[in-house]
């Protein structure tokens, strides 16, 4: 297995959650390739470095799109 970043399962992109914004108390299977065939069933305050951000994560807050200046 890759020896990756460490995070939490809320916010890995393989935590099979249907929640935008999983809580630590939501528990739900991982589907990190490496990791399925176990079936685990891991809770959101649990972690691995297998870690990847789900989309939409990780972007800095202070980020905006600029603004079409075409007119
Ligand atoms: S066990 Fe690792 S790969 Fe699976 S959901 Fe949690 S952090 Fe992601």
Do not use: I
């Not at 929640?19 to 528990?27: H, K, L, R, V």
């Amino acid at each position: 297995m890759a020896d990756g970043q460490w995070g939490n399962c809320k916010g890995c992109r393989h935590f099979a959650s249907h929640n935008a914004q999983p809580s630590e108390d939501e528990t739900s299977r991982c589907m990190q390739p490496d990791l399925s065939e176990f079936e685990l069933e891991v809770s959101g305050n649990s972690g691995c470095n297998a870690y990847e951000a789900r989309a939409g994560m990780g972007t800095p807050a202070t980020y905006h799109e600029p603004a079409p200046s075409v007119h």
